[in-house]
């Protein structure tokens, strides 16, 4: 994606904050740092029980496709990322009515060794599935938090909401007037002035993330009334060099480092938060 701003020599045509969130990533072990919000976990394999694996790999060597499609079929985890597993797992009639694409699988499968087979169910699950609660963890035990009535009374200090999903959406709907659809990962009160943001992990390129990028960037720039709407972002769009010193110019990265609106890292939240104390 073509930058519309040098990143090298006119940061101070940046937003503040994203600057500040560039900065922050270039100049410090922000990765450990961030770490205290996305508290990352070793990856384990995780072991197959001895004779579950035998029976795989027993099918597998005599080419029993459905004795393995139906033992397979009980695990959490296919061997491999198959699109139309889900529906062969969970849909009535699926497996029974689709003899060319069982055929196509297993055709998959036995390009595989037996032991390559188990040895992908062991794989260690993704990290990234487990980034979800974090930020709001990290949030619960680093701010103050508010019951309802009382974080609708308050009028001074940083308080972030303590209610159930339903209650926060419905006061954020009926007495914020925003237009969500669904609770904000951030819902905050400094003084008297009310804040909602999304946050995302954002840990390489490409599709998905992009989408993640562009649900904040959305909500930013629909901004309603006087409740300030931020964008809590970390990882791969706070990056401006690859490993051979070329600047970065995917599209992740430069819409995040050219937004107009209040981006930031989580590790700058707080701080942000204070400039708003009218004291």
């Given amino acids: 994606m073509e930058r519309t701003i040098d990143i090298e020599n006119s940061r101070d045509e940046?937003?503040?904050?994203?600057?500040?969130?560039?900065?922050?990533?270039?100049?410090?072990q922000y990765l450990d740092k961030i770490a205290e919000v996305y508290p990352l976990q070793t990856a384990h394999p995780e072991r197959l029980e001895d004779g579950l694996r035998r029976r795989i790999i027993s099918a597998h060597q005599g080419r029993r496709t459905n004795e393995l499609i139906q033992i397979l079929k009980n695990e959490v985890k296919f061997p491999y990322d198959e699109p139309i597993?889900?529906?062969?797992?969970?849909?009535?009639?699926?497996?029974?009515?689709?003899?060319?694409?069982?055929?196509?699988?297993a055709d998959s499968l036995y390009a595989?060794?037996?032991?390559?087979?188990?040895?992908?169910?062991?794989?260690?699950?993704?990290?990234?599935t487990q980034m979800g609660p974090m930020f709001t963890n990290w949030l619960r035990a680093k701010f103050n938090l508010l019951d309802i009535d009382d974080f609708r009374n308050s009028t001074k200090g940083i308080f972030i909401l303590n209610a159930s999903e339903e209650e926060a959406l419905n006061f954020v709907r009926n007495e914020l007037n925003q237009d969500l659809d669904k609770r904000p990962d951030?819902?905050?009160?400094?003084?008297?002035?009310?804040?909602?943001g999304e946050a995302k992990?954002?840990?390489?390129?490409?599709?998905?993330?992009?989408?993640?990028?562009?649900?904040?960037?959305n909500l930013c720039k629909k901004q309603r009334g006087s409740v300030i709407r931020v964008?809590?972002?970390?990882?791969?769009?706070?990056a401006i060099y690859k490993t051979n010193g070329t600047i970065i110019n995917d599209k992740t990265c430069v819409m995040v480092q050219e937004c107009e609106y209040d981006i930031l890292s989580a590790l700058l939240l707080r701080e942000y938060l204070e400039t708003l104390l009218t004291d």
């Fill in 85 to 105: 597993w889900y529906l062969f797992k969970n849909i009535q009639g699926c497996l029974e009515n689709n003899p060319n694409q069982i055929q196509r699988i």
């Fill in 186 to 196: 951030l819902l905050v009160k400094v003084d008297e002035t009310y804040v909602i």
């Fill in 201 to 217: 992990w954002i840990g390489s390129p490409g599709g998905n993330q992009n989408k993640q990028v562009v649900e904040v960037i």
């Fill in 231 to 238: 964008g809590i972002i970390d990882g791969f769009p706070w």
């Fill in 112 to 128: 595989m060794t037996a032991e390559e087979t188990v040895v992908r169910l062991e794989s260690a699950p993704k990290l990234n």
């Fill in 14 to 28: 940046l937003n503040e904050w994203v600057r500040k969130s560039i900065e922050l990533f270039e100049s410090s």
